[in-house]
């Protein structure tokens, strides 16, 4: 079973910076991509959308992050980071990890985090 567990939010005035991570655990051959997604208050998507992305092709963000955020990963720790500068108060919401893994007794699959609260003050 692979879990995802992330850590990072939290509360922070506008200008200000955090930097969330994601570490995968449990049984898996290999990651395939990795991803942070956004739900903002009101969301009606059940994750939100992709903001920022990584994979064997190369990283990807969505516009309203660019030249602001960051993600990056260890991939010897399996883990994935999206440091945030520049906080804006738009950028307040919940924060999902995403990964797809491959392994043998379950093929490529995609796993969420539980989210992690970012709020920005204004």
């Known amino acids: 079973q692979v879990r995802l567990v992330e850590s990072g939010g939290g509360l922070v005035q506008a200008g200000g910076s955090l930097n969330l991570s994601c570490e995968v655990l449990?049984?898996?051959?290999?990651?395939?991509?990795m991803a942070w997604y956004f739900k903002a208050p009101g969301e009606q998507r059940y994750m939100g959308y992709e903001?920022?992305?990584?994979?064997?092709?190369?990283?990807r963000y969505v516009d309203s992050v660019k030249g602001r955020f960051t993600i990056s990963r260890d991939i010897a720790k399996n883990t994935v980071y999206l440091q945030m500068n520049s906080l804006k108060p738009e950028d307040t919401g919940i924060y999902y990890c995403n990964t797809n893994a491959y392994d043998c007794s379950t093929g490529s699959r995609t796993y969420w985090g539980q989210g992690t609260q970012v709020t920005v003050s204004s």
């Open positions: 449990g049984q898996f051959f290999k990651i395939n991509s």
């Open positions: 903001v920022a992305g990584i994979n064997s092709n190369g990283i």
